[in-house]
């Protein structure tokens, strides 16, 4: 149910999506009118999956200007962006999390690449925790059997810097802009007229990988995609999934899995799994190493990482569903 319409056709759209954080959203929208230029119009739209945290009745009184879609139930990153996508028609769109904060200044950084290049369909900014460091998933390489063996064997970390030893993920901050393989979605830029050719985002995917995907398909059409390293936004992560900041979702695995079959097909899919086996099997033998000679408190430590990644050794194994 959507709830409020504006008039005008404004300069920009940004798109929230909420599910259960409505201790979150007052710092989020906060961060946005602020970083929002002077004489620029920018059409808040936020998109509610059917939280049950009385969020849609939080904004409904605290933030009216805001346009507020209400589903009545968890329909997905992808589908829920998209909804606020088709009601509006601003030149271009902000896509960013509930966990997120843009800082003054941010929203005019992003759109100077969107002006400069208009070949440029994609920017995200430079990602950071809530304690100012770096967050290397804030984009990366594109998702190749290449780049993932290095990512999941640990050449990455082994050969920084060398030539084809890249990882999925950045392997360092940097303060030059770039073209990457993808940026995150926590806080994307768009430029409406390069989804309307690509497509909006793709919503067999109910979250995760949507920024791969369209990023991806954004560069197949020969639009570009640019990291801007000179804006900065913080990231908190994970408050809709719950998870410990910096520690990926299980779900993040199996949306990956799902992807890269669609992609690149069943074959290159068991290679993916192979790596993943040998990759996170390992790292869980590792620990489980590292626990037998290491006291306490150490062993602990060890012993709860060998769990995480017998957890992603598990889920590696388990049947891909491309339909999902």
């Known amino acids: 149910m959507r709830e409020q319409v504006t008039g005008t056709r404004p300069d920009l759209t940004t798109v929230v999506v909420n599910w259960n954080t409505r201790d979150l959203l007052d710092d989020c929208l906060r961060s946005v009118y602020e970083a929002t230029p002077h004489g620029l119009t920018n059409h808040v739209v936020v998109v509610d999956n059917g939280s049950t945290d009385g969020s849609a009745e939080h904004l409904r009184s605290h933030w009216p200007q805001v346009d507020l879609v209400a589903n009545d139930e968890n329909v997905g990153f992808c589908r829920a962006n998209n909804q606020a996508l088709r009601i509006t028609e601003s030149p271009y769109v902000l896509l960013i999390n509930t966990d997120a904060r843009l800082e003054p200044g941010g929203i005019d950084g992003m759109l100077g690449y969107l002006r400069d290049d208009p070949t440029c369909a994609v920017v995200g900014p430079r990602l950071v925790y809530g304690d100012g460091t770096f967050q290397r998933w804030t984009a990366g390489q594109p998702f190749t059997l290449r780049t993932l063996a290095n990512y999941l064997l640990g050449l990455e970390r082994l050969l920084p810097g060398r030539p084809g030893a890249a990882g999925i993920y950045l392997g360092r901050d940097t303060d030059r802009a770039f073209q990457p ?13 390069a989804i309307e050719q690509i497509g909006l985002l ?18 197949d ?27 990926a979702s299980p779900e993040a695995l199996r949306a990956l899995n799902r992807w890269f079959v669609r992609r690149h097909g069943h074959a290159a899919g068991v290679v993916l799994r192979g790596l993943e086996v040998a990759g996170f099997g390992g790292r869980a033998l590792a620990y489980v190493g590292l626990a037998v000679v290491t006291r306490s408190p150490g062993r602990s430590s060890a012993l709860s990482q060998m769990r995480v990644h017998a957890t992603r050794l598990r889920l590696a194994l388990e049947p891909i569903d491309v339909r999902n």
């Open 221 to 247: 059409a020969g639009w570009n995609v640019w990291y801007a390293a000179d804006v900065t936004a913080t990231h908190f992560m994970g408050a809709s999934s719950r998870r410990a900041p910096g520690r």
């Open 181 to 193: 393989g993808w940026v995150s979605s926590a806080v994307m830029m768009l430029r409406r007229s």
């Open 202 to 219: 793709d919503e067999r995917i109910f979250v995760y990988m949507d920024d791969v995907d369209l990023c991806q398909r954004a560069r």
